[in-house]
Structure formats: C-alpha cells, structure tokens
C-alpha cells in the first residue's frame, strides 16, 4: 500500500505514484550498512534487498541489472542473451551521471535515461522486494509482479 506518511521526494516515488503503483517507503536507523542489517531490521530474507546495478556496454551504451543482494551479477549470462556485447560494471564516476541517484541508492524506477532493465529470475517467487529509491536510508517495497509489470524488464537467470 501506499505510505502516504513519507516527507521525502525522488525520481523513484515520482515514478511510482505516476504509475499508480502501491508501495511502501521504509525509513532505516543510520546504522544501518548492508542489505543483511536492512534485511534483518525489516524482518525479511536477505534475497528480498535486491540491489540495482548500473552495466556498461562496451562502446553501446548502459543497461541496469536488479538481483538479490545475496547474488553476484554473471556478466557472461547478460551478454550471452544480449546479442554477445562485451558487458562489465560501470565505473562509480557513471552512476550518478547516468541515472540520476547516488551510489548505494538506485532504483530501477525513476532512472534520468531510459535504459534497458534485466531483473534476475530468482527474484520472481518473491512477493516483495525492497530497493533504494535514491534517498539515503530510505527504501521503497513493491510487489514483485507490479514491478514487472511496470518495468517490463528483461528476465534472465543473472545471479549466482
């Protein structure tokens, strides 16, 4: 459900509330670090924290990549079913430039360019996810399934 008590604003929950979609704003502790410290204060699985990954296309360009915080990223998968382009992370400096957030606080909602999104498969019989929204020590939960269908990504088995 929509948290209509939160005070802050980002390209994120503009996106979100322009889509209609419903969704929770999560504030957390300062102290908080790591995927498995907002894991465990939400009371969750750690594979429900994914993180949003910026991926640079060798002279083509950028791509996002959503998978569970509890996974690593398998380029070679990626760039297997994408028409075998070299396929790397992008270098820090290329985050905030490209879409628009913070490092340790991108969303795959809300991006500053329109960029192809790849959501892992093993994030599909989650009910819900939690992902930055780019603010920090805030983060946005939304049904899997909504995302999906708001995002239309590209679905491929990138973690491991």
């Known amino acids: 459900m929509v948290n ?9 929950i503009t996106h979100l509330v322009e889509l209609g979609m419903q969704f929770d704003v999560i504030k ?15 009371g969750v699985p750690v ?19 959503v998978l569970g915080s509890d996974r690593k990223v398998d380029t070679k998968v990626i ?12 270098p820090r400096d290329a985050i905030s430039k490209i879409t628009g957030f913070q490092l340790g606080t ?6 500053s360019k329109s960029l192809t999104i790849i959501l892992d498969e093993s994030l ?6 939690y992902l930055g929204c780019g603010v920090k020590g805030y983060d946005i939960g939304v049904d899997v ?13 990138c973690g491991k």
């Not at 991108?106 to 991006?111: E, N």
């Open 106 to 111: 991108v969303s795959p909602f809300g991006l």
């Open 28 to 42: 957390h502790p300062d102290g908080i670090r790591s995927a498995a410290e907002l894991a465990e204060h939400i």
């Open 47 to 65: 594979a429900q924290i994914p993180k949003t990954l910026l991926l640079e296309i060798k002279n083509k360009g950028y791509l996002v990549c």
């Open 4 to 12: 209509e008590n939160y005070s802050i604003e980002s390209a994120a």
């Open 145 to 157: 399934h909504e995302l999906i269908r708001a995002l239309q990504p590209r679905i491929l088995p």
């Open 124 to 129: 599909l019989d989650l009910p819900k996810v």
């Open 79 to 90: 760039a297997k079913n994408m028409g075998g382009w070299n396929i790397s992370m992008a």
